[in-house]
């Protein structure tokens, strides 16, 4: 490319009958060839090239000890921190990519349009593969991520799901690490549903048997998108559609109500509320078990009132 370049600027130039028009010719060239081989960093020419999302390119090595520093673009100015932390996942250095992970996290936050940035970046497939580190806050991490990129954002949820994430995360579940099996349990809420439905029975019938497992967890965090993953299952007609009841799920999330950790207790009502106006079923099953115990319905009346008119005044 550079020798055509070069080639042509001397071929125009040497054009002498051609008049002003070819000066602008050899301007343009000359000012393309510049543009594209000179690094405004280091002022030399480009050495390995890395073009940012904006276009504009700098030597590798350069614009990487640049990015430690800032996170936009030394040209233009705009914003290049989602590039910049795709481009430390692809490194293959596990501290690069546990700390990309973690500010890709901070940055997509419930940002849609960052999310999407994320996605066109090519991190999704970088961030599977993580799933599948030998390191268990890697993993935990990689769980969390793919939980936040699939959140309200039906691309990335279609993306994620094609790209078999959720044999991945599935396989997750079995983990020592609780935060893993946390956050994997998050993640699974967030893709199972109808494209579970054509799964054959063996494997619904292991997912089930896995999930049942789980709710025996002391994690309560666990418990609850246990209990909400199969509270879509159910929904979706991938299980039995009576799961919760038989599983005893509204009793569970009910004494999680006790905890002593206020996101925790707050989740679980939430949670219950969901269940209720998605089932008709299973909210009379939770009217019954709450009518039984007067304190419990004093405490859900006025800690939890959104939960109790779900139930009670509508
Ligand atoms: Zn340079
Ligand atoms: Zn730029």
Redesign the pocket.
């Known amino acids: 490319m550079k020798n055509i370049l070069l080639s042509l600027v001397l071929l125009s130039s040497s054009l002498s009958f051609a008049g002003w028009e070819y000066d602008i010719l050899n301007k343009r060239l000359l000012k393309n060839f510049i543009q594209r081989e000179t690094c405004t960093i280091c002022c030399e020419k480009i050495t390995s090239k890395l073009t940012?999302s904006?276009k504009?390119s700098f030597c590798e090595e350069c614009i990487l000890e640049w990015f430690e520093r800032n996170s936009s673009?030394p040209?233009?100015r705009?914003d290049q921190a989602v590039f910049y932390n795709v481009e430390l996942l692809k490194s293959n250095n596990l501290d690069f990519q546990k700390k990309a992970v973690g500010t890709l996290l901070i940055l997509m936050s419930d940002n849609q349009v960052v999310k999407n940035e994320i996605r066109r970046a090519g991190a999704i497939p970088i961030i599977l593969g993580l799933l599948k580190s030998h390191d268990n806050t890697m993993r935990a991490s990689s769980a969390a991520a793919i939980s936040r990129l699939a959140f309200c954002n039906s691309k990335n949820k279609k993306f994620i799901i094609a790209s078999g994430a959720i044999a991945e995360i599935i396989n997750l579940l079995e983990s020592e690490h609780e935060l893993t099996v946390a956050n994997a349990t998050g993640a699974l809420l967030r893709l199972c549903g109808s494209s579970l439905k054509n799964q054959n029975p063996d494997y619904k019938c292991d997912l089930n048997y896995q999930l049942l497992s789980l709710l025996a967890s002391k994690n309560h965090r666990i418990k609850i998108n246990v209990v909400l993953a199969m509270e879509i299952l159910e929904r979706y007609k991938v299980t039995n559609e009576q799961m919760l009841r038989k599983v005893g799920a509204i009793k569970i999330l009910l004494h999680i109500l006790e905890s002593k950790d206020f996101e925790v207790r707050e989740r679980s009502a939430m949670s219950l509320r969901k269940i209720a106006l998605n089932s008709r079923e299973n909210q009379n099953e939770m009217v019954t078990i709450i009518n039984l115990n007067e304190d419990l319905k004093d405490k859900i009346q006025y800690k939890y009132p959104d939960l109790y008119n779900t139930l009670f005044n509508e």
């Open positions: 940012l904006c504009h673009c040209i233009c705009c």
